[in-house]
């Protein structure tokens, strides 16, 4: 009588695949992937709510009391709860904790070997692999005790003259070999087709009463019709993982039960096949989009680490600047924390460069803030001799000399950084009064040169006149642009004029060149404007290529409002200037207005491409 549970092959004869031959990654019929694969790729999901948790404990600051509050807390758990990579995570946070801060030459930063924190370590280890010797212990008994079932078996299938004596005997040791706990994983699928072997042996081989037989190949259907039903409904859960893991119970429960009658076998197999093979499919689809999203976020993620170890922090020269530059790795810290994991092997990594990155980034700016109030003290140090300098030089009558000495310390004045804001309008008004006193002497001495400068006076008003007339002229840029450089250029070779004259004179010639300026500026920005709605027109559906130039647009935006913020700062240092000091105000006003202007321009080209979203 044949009590197999197999595949027919055709032409009648049986052939045995047991379920580790038919999940095999090489025959592709019920699991696609590997049992011990699987049961990996079952942890790394089970590890990423602990990992979840380990990355936000990360972003609190870890001390030696709370490592040893952790690590006591890991030692009161039974030993199967505690895992390796919880025992290496602590070990890691704490020699983190206690790594080098001036250098690698610095051990006494490293962590003891003999700490209290490090003896609780090795208490866990040891703990960990007593448990781990006791299981293994406890799988080689197991293993022992099953073989000698299988054994005993197979000799009670040799006995067939006492069917009805031995077969109590023979339901009593499949009932222990199934309640047996685990074995070695390697050695689970021998013993399981040994132990199958050995049933349908005894069922095929021997006299069995037709009755008993035919109850017992009842119940085992009984049995197995309510795994393929259980089966056939894990089809369409929405857990995959989950019902993964209860295919892998249901498996387990199918080499347990008995043979069915051998007309049924082969159809019953199948059925559970089909609905194992689905389940692994869709098993197999799981961890492959996980890992394609895994892939994504390891590239947004090494992108996030670029852009921060691409800041140049040298560059950074004021608070304003540091503040902008804050903002802007704050918002990359929380568009990190907007993404998901990558993957086990390189999420820890990217984390840690990640980390380090904007570690270094902050220690930066620490170092800028302690050493910028030594730099302006220093600076208000320099600019009091300069001033001092200039006051003690005002009255002196060597024109050429102290000319010469005052141009030199303008231009040093220029180079010198910035000073404590309360010292700094009083200092730089100082200074002016001191210049211009000595310019104003110096004028009225030199009164013999008026003729020269009437004359000068007279060729710079031809030159506004004809800068204005360009302003209203029809013509086309390249040669306004021309002409504009040559009577700039005539204007600079043009020497002083009368000095109550100059700063009205260089305002009316500003004010003509700006007209130029504005003119064709406007011109060029219209046509500039009817090229981009042409271009955005011919990218209409394209929503790729319109998002990337939305996104081009906004950065532009940003660097436009950078640029005004500055400018608008400075302008707040200039609120008290002297004559001299008013036409560099006037020029940074015009500025002002040109970078606005552009602003808007930006602002209505991005309203353009949200209008063709």
């Known amino acids: ?247 892998q119970d249901l498996h387990n429960k199918w080499r347990q039960i008995g043979p069915v009658a051998k007309e049924l076998r082969e159809d019953i197999w199948n059925r559970f096949r089909e609905a194992s093979t689905e389940i692994n499919k869709r098993y197999q689809a799981f961890f492959e989009a996980r890992k394609a999203r895994e892939a994504e976020n390891e590239t947004a993620k090494t992108a996030l680490c670029e852009k921060i170890e691409a800041i140049d922090c040298p560059s950074l020269k004021t608070f304003a600047a540091w503040d902008e530059m804050t903002r802007t790795v704050v918002a990359l810290q929380e568009e990190w924390r907007t993404l998901g994991f990558a993957s086990k092997k390189m999420n820890r990594a990217l984390f840690g460069r990640f980390r380090q990155a904007c570690d270094a980034f902050f220690a930066a700016k620490a170092e800028f803030y302690r050493n910028t109030r030594e730099e302006l003290n220093a600076n208000l140090a320099h600019k009091q001799q300069l001033a001092e300098k200039a006051e003690a030089l005002k009255e002196s009558t060597d024109w050429r000399a102290a000319t010469d000495e005052f141009v030199a310390m303008q231009k040093e004045w220029k180079t010198i950084g910035a000073v404590p804001k309360k010292y700094s309008d009083a200092l730089w008004k100082r200074f002016t009064e001191a210049c211009d006193y000595f310019f104003e002497q110096k004028k009225k001495a030199g009164s013999g040169t008026r003729k020269v400068e009437n004359d000068n006076l007279r060729i710079k008003r031809e030159i506004i006149g004809l800068l204005s007339a360009l302003a209203g002229e029809d013509i086309d840029k390249e040669s306004a642009i021309k002409q504009l450089k040559e009577l700039q250029q005539r204007w600079n070779d043009t020497g002083h004029v009368p000095f109550r004259e100059k700063d009205k004179l260089y305002e009316a010639y500003r004010s003509a060149v700006d007209a130029v300026r504005d003119k064709f500026a406007l011109a060029e920005r219209r046509a500039g404007r009817e090229r981009f709605v042409a271009s955005v027109n011919s990218l209409e559906g394209n929503n790729d290529k319109l998002y990337r130039e939305r996104e081009r647009l906004v950065r532009a935006l940003e660097g436009r409002r950078n640029d005004l913020r500055t400018y608008e700062n400075n302008l707040g240092f200039l609120s008290a200037k002297s004559k001299n000091g008013d036409s560099l105000l006037r020029d940074l006003e015009r500025r002002i207005e040109r970078l606005k202007a552009d602003i808007q321009d930006i602002q209505d080209k991005i309203k353009i491409i949200d209008g063709k979203l």
């Open 1 to 247: 009588m044949d009590m197999q549970d197999p595949s027919l092959v055709p032409g009648g004869e049986s052939k045995e695949q047991t379920l580790n031959e038919v999940v095999a990654p090489e025959t592709a019929t019920v699991n696609t992937i590997p049992d011990a694969d699987a049961a990996e790729e079952v942890e790394e999901i089970m590890a990423q709510g602990e990992e979840d948790a380990e990355l936000a404990a990360e972003r609190q600051p870890d001390t030696d009391e709370s490592l040893m509050a952790q690590a006591l807390a890991l030692m009161a758990k039974d030993a199967s709860d505690i895992s390796a990579d919880d025992i290496r995570r602590l070990r890691q946070r704490y020699s983190m904790l206690h790594k080098p801060t001036t250098g690698a030459e610095d051990e006494a930063a490293q962590p003891a070997g003999d700490s209290e924190f490090m003896l609780m370590i090795e208490r866990l280890k040891a703990k960990k692999a007593a448990w781990v010797a006791e299981q293994d212990a406890q799988k080689a008994a197991n293993l022992e005790r099953k073989n000698a079932i299988i054994d005993e078996i197979n000799a009670l299938a040799e006995d067939t003259d006492n069917v009805n004596r031995t077969f109590p005997r023979y339901r009593e040791l499949q009932d222990e070999f199934n309640s047996i706990g685990e074995v070695d994983q390697m050695q689970e699928t021998s013993v399981w087709k040994r132990f199958q072997d050995a049933r349908e042996h005894y069922s095929d081989n021997l006299k069995i009463n037709k009755e008993l037989r035919d109850y017992d190949f009842k119940k085992n259907l009984e049995d197995k019709e309510a795994l393929l039903a259980d089966a056939q409904t894990l089809v369409a859960s929405e857990d995959v993982i989950a019902a993964y893991r209860r295919l």
